[in-house]
C-alpha cells in the first residue's frame, strides 16, 4: 500500500520558517518524483516545488523560488520542504504527491499539474500569520 504522509504545518508569523516532511512508503523515490502541492481557499491547487531522485533534479515554482529548498533523504524514504521568509500569501494546505517517472525540471518545462501525480498525502495546514 502506497502512503505518504506530511508533517510540519503550522502557525508561524510573517518572516518565519517552516520545515515540512513528507514520509512515503509502498513506492521508490528512484522512480517515482515527489511535489509539493498548495492550495488555499477558493484558489486551485498549484505545484510550488519537485525533486526527482532519478536525476537529482529540482524545480520550484516562481513564487517560491530562493525562499523554499526541497530535498529528499532516499534512505528514510522522506522528501523535506524547508520553508523560509514566509509570507502570509503562503498560507495554504499543503499537500505531497507521487508521479511516476517524472522529472522535475519538467515541471516548469511542461507546466505539469497535479493530474500527473497519481498519489495524495492527506495534507497539511500551513498559516502565515502578519
Known amino acids: 500500500e502506497v502512503q505518504l504522509v506530511e508533517s510540519g504545518g503550522g502557525l508561524v508569523q510573517a518572516g518565519g520558517s517552516l520545515r515540512l516532511s513528507c514520509a512515503v512508503s509502498?513506492?521508490?523515490?528512484?522512480?517515482?518524483?515527489i511535489g509539493w502541492f498548495r492550495q488555499a481557499p477558493g484558489k486551485e491547487r498549484e505545484a510550488i516545488a519537485c525533486?526527482?531522485?532519478?536525476?537529482?533534479?529540482?524545480w520550484y515554482a516562481e513564487s517560491v523560488k530562493g525562499r523554499f529548498t526541497i530535498s529528499s533523504d532516499n534512505a528514510k524514504n522522506t522528501v523535506s520542504l524547508q520553508m523560509n521568509s514566509l509570507k502570509p500569501e503562503d498560507t495554504a494546505d499543503y499537500f505531497c504527491?507521487?508521479?511516476?517517472?517524472?522529472?522535475?525540471?519538467?515541471?516548469?518545462?511542461?507546466?505539469?499539474?497535479?493530474?500527473?501525480?497519481?498519489?495524495w498525502g492527506q495534507g497539511i495546514q500551513v498559516t502565515v500569520s502578519l
Open positions: 509502498g513506492l521508490s523515490l528512484e522512480k517515482y518524483a
Open positions: 525533486s526527482s531522485s532519478s536525476d537529482g533534479g529540482t
Open positions: 504527491a507521487a508521479g511516476y517517472l517524472i522529472l522535475a525540471q519538467s515541471m516548469g518545462v511542461m507546466s505539469l499539474g497535479p493530474e500527473y501525480f497519481e498519489y
